[in-house]
């Protein structure tokens, strides 16, 4: 870490935060410049808080060399992680979509949408039990009756599943579930995050709604901290002025946490946009762009079940936009 | 509400939508503008998905007339609420001064500063036991023990306390505190919320970094929704473009707010500035923008305890901002 | 347009209000509601200002039914526009690709780079004569100077070019300009909008970095208002929170442009990234999105030309990243 | 100037870059730390492009030790700022209320607003002439006859005068201007600035709508650059996701430009929140976060020009809150 000083610095609190760095067991090195005088701290920064030294009155700014990250950092494990998931391998030119309704609704509506989806080349289920909601008015999912239909809906059609965890206290009811998704509001529920690295399980994490990536694989490291190392990153969109469609989807995040990490990069088109003819769009850049797997929202009666319907494909339109998926990602391939 | 449709939208397609929401209980009036057609929905709104509706193919936009939040609502409860702390009130011309340390040390720390902010004129003290930190590495805080040096620096002084939740498992030791916190990570964490709807004690909500100021009602709707109305607002700052202060003050979330809803609204410039030097004139222009509180940071040696000093005014510096605050708010209290 | 008025309106501010309206030459039609009254708006209500209509005491929201922008409105013109440069066209399936340096340096650099774009794929050549810089100390370019080289590279290779306007003033110089390119900085430099409706000649607006889409169609109805139609859509990226790349590419503007006009949509990913190893995955993204074209920086000698060189590709790393362009365009042409 | 090298960097390539720096003019000192090498670079790196040699390959970051801008700069000019405006001064202490109507509209509306501010405290007049408007089809001002009604009121009230300038060809008629008003979509119109530079006249440079303080003061150097050094700069609301209010007034752009630099602020709130009944708070709470002077619209019958009222104080309004400003205004002068 590097930590600049401000000019004409008083002597005595250069020297007292010499001294501060020292006794947290680090060595500091001074180089004095034309315009200000540089720190450069060797030994373990990582405890430091950067963002609070810099706030200090003597200090012009700190630089951070190395990311805080370790378990998740591409520089420390250079080859990129393989989840499986079943059978399934994700990450490392293994490519998967998840495909499934946003709420479960009853045996027959997640059955049928599985089944179809499956067909069209889908390997993963979703499908929400626990629903986020911002109104406490709005409907909340069927909860634990939601998960058992989705269990069923595994055991008839052998995909794996994924779905919300919104309360640690939940947990026991997850154990057949293949992959827990942590939403968007949820990232920096660091309380969460450390129970979830206790448990060996494929771990789903969604970037919040306005947190930069760095911070997203800090929430990583608080799983990887724990010990579960299979923790797969999520980008749906993030928060900024444009208002056309519901968030902005940062595809960039892609090539950007490819260089950070070794976990594989998922991308929701779905929620990220909010409505359903611009799925098919994102979806295929995102591929373009290197994603490892996609999730999708498809229901069998966007017309009829109007609240899940806005942002879901039907299964007809999912198996064109499959097909074209499968067609880039060859391309992608080529050498 | 109001559902405007597209221009030439399909007879079949609007008979359908209007069919559904009828089946929703609600009546529909048609009224044929010279470019659309524009749905009137009379009766109870609130359950229904407004963004789902508006990404309706036939749908161009979707107006809500009356906000969702009801008992957080100004229009159903035109006058302030007071909400009583101990001897203390808050709201409606009550004015209060939270402060105290970022981090609980020890038991001397904690005291001391207690006194110092006292004496200065602050009425609440703060202190943070649980901290929630972006790297799994930071310290955590000294959590359950912080909690009781807390309490031993509530009854040495007799000020009522508030200390941040990070975990609802933990809530039973939160008993004798006064009012409990809840972080803009937490915002919504609506598992938590739910919980904190059926307890009785103030809650202090404090706005997310990408939250607008109708989500945070939302938020508070879930707490009052179960019947806990004791919820005081606290505006933080939020994420912009801008990287010069950690966040950006959002001030004009005061008269907003003050709009919108019958609650207090407290303002935290520590935490929003991350910058000691800028906290006075952040506090003063909240007092002049109306606030009825504010939470400010005090360490009683930021110089040695370093990581929390940064943003932390010393006991003298608090003494000279308190004294202005009191200057401003009597101010605003002139015809 | 539809203005929702508050519960419990004084009857003399709102009749007062439906007067103003009327004298606007409008017919006003009033419905109550059980909530709140709604007027609707018959008539011509573009030069209504909404904004401020909004933000009357007695008004709850206004919503626009149909959008101000009228000649680029898709709703008004369904068939996409094709603009012709030279023997080229661009737009409603016609995919062109924009190559070049960012700043033109010598006459050789220009030629040499041209050829060697020409021999990959792409079609037009760009090449910065006058450089918007965000200090003044930078350099700004060889201006005039690079402008002559620009033609000189024009004639050698026989492609149309396309360089920044930075003023008015300079108009005459850019006569055998094929496109002219207006800034994000100058997105909303009315004035000189204005004149760009004067002549009849390409123009390239690039987004600004905080302008929504609608404000962009709104800048380009500036030219298109003074009779000049030929109006090219560039989103090159916008601010946000993120800082891990210079900007954050939206590439869901090229769906959401698409449903909102027939103007062609060109992706700028060098810009919107500022890293040279960035603009493969993002180009690849902006095709498949369904981009109309694309605007990359090649450089013949990154290493050397330092400035030049970190957001630009070399000539091969362009070869090869246009093969993988023109594969993914087929695939989103098949049927 | 520091460029941090990334870990096990190419020989080869670290000696390009260093050549390359010293061909600059630069001397360069390597210093190796455990995980990286650090050059710190010594001489004027001022004309450095940081956001280039940042994305080089090799390069981890680069850490810019002293600002960009000169001549705006506190660090070379500790001293604030007076600038005179007829008898008037600004900034150091020296405390002005600008106000006037947003669009003049004739002579007997903007003599009689000047009067009516001018009795309450308002020591210079604002009028708009020349409107930016974000379409085309709206009102774009009364243009060249406006400013003719608007030096009449200067010649009635002996008021100095501010209004927009939007085309530099305009400058001629803008000789008995006081003070000339740049436009928040103009601050980065380069050609602009540099014309502004050659003339002797108070430039008040509004902020860009997503432009950083740090943007706003390069913008400021243009002028200054050109050796006129009279610049104001003033806060008027940035972009962020927040929609209840138009922009988010950044408050603590006072505090963070004081430190920055030596020029006079002003904060615009009417503009900033676009309604009227937020304007008296926002106004107030600038006074108390340090700003040197405000500006704010006043029309003297808002409910008639309906299109100007909306974000307007009548002047009685704009009477109770200049008191109140002056009462804030001399708590923050007690020691």
Redesign the interface.
Known sequence: M?V?LK?DVDEKQRD??RE?LEEQGLSV?I?E????S?L?L??DT??L?V???????IV??V?Q??D??KSANR?FHPEDTIISIGNLKLGKGNFQIIAGPCSIESSEQICQVAEEVQAAGATILRGGAYK????????QGLRAEGLELLLEAKKRTGMPIITEL??V?HLPKFEEVDIIQIGA??M????M??ELGKIRKPILLKR???N????LL?SA??IM?GGNEEVILCERG?????????N?????A???LR?LTHLPIVVDPSH???????VP??A???????ADGLMIEVHNNP?KA??????SLTPEQFKVLAD?IF??SE??K?K
């Open positions: 590097i600049v000019q007292h935060l501060w090195h180089s410049g034309e315009f200000c540089v450069g060797i030994g990582g405890k808080d963002e609070l030294i810099e706030s200090l009155d012009e700014t630089k060399v190395s805080p990250f520089k986020p909601r911002t109104s406490p008015y709005d409907f919104m309360n206290n509001r949820n920096q529920n660091h309380e995050l450390k919040g709604l306005a930069t990536l760095k911070e800090m490291e608080y901290a993030i928060r900024t002025f444009e208002t056309y469609t519901r902005t989807l940062d595809l960039s892609i090539p950007a260089e990220a946009t909010g409505i359903a003819r611009m769009p994102m295929l850049a995102a591929v373009a762009a290197g017309a109007l609240c899940d319907g806005a942002q074209k067609r880039i391309v992608l080529e």
